[in-house]
DNA sequence: CATGATCAAATCCTATAGGACTGGCCGAAT
DNA sequence: ATTCGGCCAGTCCTATAGGATTTGATCATG
């Protein structure tokens, strides 16, 4: 991207193809979105708005504006005249809050969603926790990232199967939270033969076309990622 | 606001006080916030980065991050290379899936903000009430804004009494919508005598202290909400 | 009359410049 | 030795400039 000249961007476009063209300030979000669940920038952080621009030889407007938009999501903070930080480290309370409101918020998803269910939005589900039980999980990052993009793969489905766009808006604002605690809580992965029994039998009760079942499975789940979680739990 | 002195920010400092001071973008957010709540800027409408600019005097530069800001509340959409938009008017189904949404959330944030409850919030509370009694609800928006504004409080200060911050975060993804609704819906304020007598049930069940019947006050009165609002619904 | 090309204004988008503030370092005075 | 004040690099914040794109109107043509 030469700074001399911005208007390179109809680079590689294969056809007339009107399909939302992306602007910089677009590229800068997700490649910031990407650091933040990549864990490449730890928590406390600071997201100096200069040194991103040079980073990403970009100015630093568009990254202004990206992390505007990052900040409603939760994963950075910004003082004014003092710049961003990437969010602190969660707390023992944090993450009960976070749980408390996954309980409030995905079994009602689970329960609407399991009413609007296709086949193919089935086998997507599906696709999920299969992917959640082949993907490795090693000690490093790099290597448990596909487990965890799964598991948010999973939520997100079901919350977008709702159908509902406020309850995909709600989980949205939890999803990245979820993400990040994954990452910062300490726990790794611990606990993933729970976790996909668990997963297995949302999918289950999803299958069964029964709502109520839905909602419960997924209310289970939640509650016993929040106990094993509590008992694994570092410092906090 | 001069364009040649940016350093005019220190103004009217009473004392050493070091309150987070604002920045340009903060007071463009509070701007355009107020002229959305206020339905000066009108579904559809265009909301053009320079003109915006030009009316506030500005640069563009803080109005773009503002805007970057109030896109992620769903308040107003932007198409790359094409600006922001007033988010369009309410349908019948966005009204039904808001409704379904707060009747997600709404009741459990009552259900733990009543273990939670001090007198001086139960005080703020009845203050909301109160206010919402004696707020004139005239035909002109000027004459009913303060009517939705006890309301909104009223919500909100319940969501923020749970002392969870996802909580607060998911309601206020939605308390924007609500006041959007009420503003385009067309039903105006007409049911401001049952809206009162149901607020004043939440209200009694705070101060009896169950944590269920609260929350039970608060479903029964969201629901009624939406009762009233598809039969009065205009064309949707 | 309908349709498509041409052009000008408005707008978006990015880069750059410069003022103001912050935090750290160093030296001088007490 | 400690404290105070100035200096400086880094950063945030806003304004401005200019290229790129969209839009709407005007106008020519089938």
């Known amino acids: 991207m030469q700074p001399a000249s911005p208007g390179s961007r109809p680079e590689a476009r294969p056809a007339g ?15 910031l979105l990407a650091s ?4 490449r920038l730890e928590p406390g952080a600071a997201v100096s708005i200069d040194g991103t621009a040079r980073e990403l030889d970009v100015s630093p407007t568009p990254v202004r504006e990206a992390l505007a938009r990052l900040e409603h999501t939760g994963m950075v903070r910004r003082v004014a005249l003092k710049g961003y930080r990437v969010a602190p480290m ?4 944090d993450f009960a809050e976070l ?5 409030a918020i995905e079994p009602v998803n689970a329960r609407l969603a399991c009413g609007r269910l296709t086949p193919g ?13 082949t993907a490795p999980r090693g000690p490093s990052f790099a290597e448990y990232r596909d487990y965890l993009e799964a598991d948010e793969r999973f939520h997100r489905l079901i919350a977008e199967l709702t159908g509902n766009q406020f309850m995909v808006a709600a ?4 999803g990245g939270q979820v993400q990040r605690f994954r990452l910062f809580g300490g726990v790794g992965i ?4 729970n976790a996909i029994a668990e997963h297995q039998a949302v999918l289950d009760a999803f299958a069964s076309g029964d709502p109520e079942k839905a909602a ?6 939640v509650q016993k990622v929040r106990g094993r979680a509590i008992a694994d739990a570092p410092a906090g």
Chains 1, 2 share one sequence.
Do not use: C, I, N, W
Not at 90 to 93: D, N
Not at 171 to 174: D, E, Q
């Open 17 to 31: 193809r009107p399909v939302s063209r992306q602007v910089l300030a677009d590229h800068v979000y997700e490649e």
């Open 36 to 39: 933040l669940m990549d864990g």
């Open 90 to 93: 969660f707390t023992r309370e």
């Open 99 to 103: 749980m408390e409101a996954r309980l």
């Open 121 to 133: 939005r089935l086998a997507e589900l599906g696709q999920a926790v299969a992917d959640l039980k």
């Open 171 to 174: 989980y949205a604002a939890l």
């Open 190 to 193: 611990t606990d993933a033969e």
């Open 216 to 221: 419960h499975a997924m209310a289970d789940h």
